[in-house]
C-alpha cells in the first residue's frame, strides 16, 4: 500500500454486519430474461469483432470476485470515465426500508483499474456468466461497452460495465454525505456497503492504484462508523 494505511479496517467493517434475511427479487421490478441476455450477447460480440484475447476491465468487486477464470492482468486506465457511487441498492447490501449505493463508472475524468485476461474459450458462456452477474433488471443500470485501455504496454480494447443513465437504479451525482451515511450503515443478505468500499480500496491499493476520492470516502466511512461507538 505505499505505506498508507487504510482507516477503514476490519474491526470497523464488521460493526456494520448483521444478519439480514434477502427478501428476494424485487416483484415490482421488471427482470431482464434470457432472451434478453442472448440478445445482449449477440449485440456485444457484433460490435468487436476481434478474434484475438477478450479482455475485461474490473474497477470495482470485478477485481476480486471476476465469476470468471483469467490468466493475466495489467494496470490500466479508461478515460472518459470515473467511479462514482451512483447507483441505487435495495437488496444484496442493503434493503428496500434502508437502501444503499454501488459503485458504477460513469462519464467523465478517468478510471485506473485492473485490465484481465479471460481464459480462451467459449465467449458466449463466458459474457453469459458476466452478464447475468452484473445486470440483472431492465432497464439496466449497467450496460456493456468495449472501451480502449491505456497500458504501459501500450492500447488495448477491453469489454467494461459502465452506466447507463436512463438505468432502473440509476441515482445521479449525490453529495459526499449521503454517500458516506450510505456506505456506513447500509447492510444486506450479502454483507455489509463498508465491506464492499474497504475491498475495493484495499484490492486496489495492493496493485498500487491510489483512487483519491475512495482514499477520503474510507476515512469518512471510517470516521462515521467510529463515532457510533
Same mark, same amino acid.
Given at each position: 500500500?505505499?505505506?498508507?494505511?487504510m482507516?477503514?479496517?476490519?474491526?470497523?467493517?464488521?460493526r456494520?454486519?448483521?444478519e439480514?434475511?434477502d427478501?428476494?427479487?424485487?416483484p415490482?421490478? !421488471?427482470?431482464?430474461?434470457d432472451?434478453d441476455?442472448?440478445r445482449?450477447?449477440?449485440?456485444?460480440l457484433?460490435d468487436?469483432?476481434?478474434?484475438?484475447?477478450l479482455?475485461?476491465?474490473a474497477?470495482?468487486s470485478?477485481?476480486?470476485?471476476?465469476?470468471?477464470? #483469467?490468466?493475466?492482468?495489467?494496470v490500466?486506465?479508461?478515460?472518459?470515465?470515473?467511479?462514482s457511487?451512483?447507483?441505487?441498492?435495495?437488496?444484496?447490501?442493503?434493503?428496500?426500508?434502508?437502501?444503499?449505493l454501488?459503485?458504477?463508472m460513469?462519464?467523465?475524468? !478517468?478510471?485506473?483499474?485492473?485490465?484481465?485476461?479471460l481464459?480462451?474459450?467459449?465467449?458466449r458462456e463466458?459474457?453469459?456468466?458476466?452478464?447475468?452477474r452484473?445486470m440483472?433488471?431492465?432497464?439496466s443500470?449497467?450496460?456493456?461497452?468495449?472501451?480502449?485501455?491505456?497500458?504501459?504496454?501500450?492500447?488495448l480494447?477491453a469489454l467494461?460495465f459502465?452506466?447507463?443513465?436512463e438505468?432502473?437504479?440509476?441515482?445521479g451525482?449525490?453529495?459526499?454525505?449521503?454517500?458516506?451515511?450510505r456506505?456506513?450503515t447500509?447492510c444486506? #443478505?450479502w454483507g455489509?456497503?463498508?465491506?464492499?468500499l474497504?475491498?475495493v480500496?484495499?484490492?486496489l491499493?495492493?496493485?498500487?492504484?491510489?483512487d483519491?476520492?475512495?482514499?477520503?470516502? !474510507? #476515512?469518512?466511512v471510517?470516521?462515521?462508523?467510529?463515532?457510533?461507538?
Amino acid at each position: 500500500m505505499n505505506g498508507r494505511v487504510m482507516s477503514l479496517t476490519e474491526d470497523l467493517v464488521a460493526r456494520c454486519h448483521r444478519e439480514v434475511a434477502d427478501a428476494g427479487p424485487d416483484p415490482d421490478a !421488471q427482470h431482464l430474461d434470457d432472451a434478453d441476455y442472448e440478445r445482449m450477447i449477440d449485440e456485444t460480440l457484433a460490435d468487436n469483432a476481434d478474434e484475438g484475447p477478450l479482455w475485461l476491465f474490473a474497477y470495482g468487486s470485478l477485481i476480486w470476485k471476476p465469476e470468471v477464470d #483469467h490468466t493475466e492482468e495489467k494496470v490500466a486506465v479508461a478515460r472518459g470515465w470515473h467511479r462514482s457511487f451512483c447507483i441505487n441498492m435495495t437488496r444484496w447490501r442493503a434493503t428496500k426500508a434502508e437502501p444503499g449505493l454501488m459503485m458504477g463508472m460513469d462519464r467523465g475524468g !478517468q478510471c485506473k483499474g485492473v485490465a484481465l485476461r479471460l481464459m480462451d474459450g467459449d465467449r458466449r458462456e463466458q459474457l453469459d456468466k458476466l452478464f447475468r452477474r452484473e445486470m440483472t433488471l431492465k432497464p439496466s443500470t449497467y450496460k456493456p461497452r468495449w472501451l480502449s485501455l491505456a497500458t504501459s504496454d501500450g492500447p488495448l480494447t477491453a469489454l467494461a460495465f459502465v452506466i447507463n443513465r436512463e438505468g432502473h437504479a440509476y441515482a445521479g451525482a449525490l453529495g459526499e454525505d449521503e454517500v458516506v451515511k450510505r456506505l456506513a450503515t447500509t447492510c444486506g #443478505h450479502w454483507g455489509s456497503a463498508a465491506d464492499y468500499l474497504y475491498n475495493v480500496v484495499k484490492n486496489l491499493e495492493d496493485r498500487a492504484i491510489h483512487d483519491r476520492h475512495l482514499w477520503r470516502l !474510507q #476515512h469518512l466511512v471510517a470516521e462515521r462508523i467510529a463515532a457510533r461507538g
